[in-house]
């Protein structure tokens, strides 16, 4: 069983980078999902960003609009990694963000994610 660990939320301020880590612990292989999800106070949980992948290949990446020209995810095969390189943070960027993983290509929703992490908290201040 895959076992996900996030890392790299921190408090900055609004026009400031973070990068999110998630380290996948358990082999991961054949075609699989890895997204990104926030969850503020008050909200449902929402997607980010999704990347597919084949064994040690990249077939596509997906943004939610939340995320288009700001964050960027991207996969080091090598170390078990995944990652979200935040810029221009928003105020409302401010929740709790997760990394998850399901087999094959699936939607954006949180529902077809059934391998979570533990969260990492990111603050925007104005």
């Known amino acids: 069983q895959v076992q996900l660990v996030e890392s790299g939320g921190g408090s900055v301020q609004a026009g400031g980078s973070l990068r999110l880590s998630c380290a996948a612990s358990g082999a991961m292989y054949g075609q699989y999902s890895m997204a990104w999800f926030r969850q503020a106070p008050g909200k449902e949980r929402e997607g980010v960003a999704r990347?597919?992948?084949?064994?040690?290949?990249?077939?596509?990446?997906y943004y939610a609009d939340s995320g288009k020209g700001r964050f960027t995810i991207s996969r080091d095969n090598a170390k078990n990694m995944l990652f979200l390189q935040m810029n221009s943070l928003k105020p409302e960027d401010t929740a709790n963000y997760y990394c998850a993983t399901a087999r094959g290509w699936v939607p954006l929703l949180a529902a077809n994610f059934h391998i979570w992490g533990q969260g990492t908290q990111v603050t925007v201040s104005s």
């Open positions: 990347i597919l992948c084949e064994d040690y290949s990249v077939r596509d990446t």
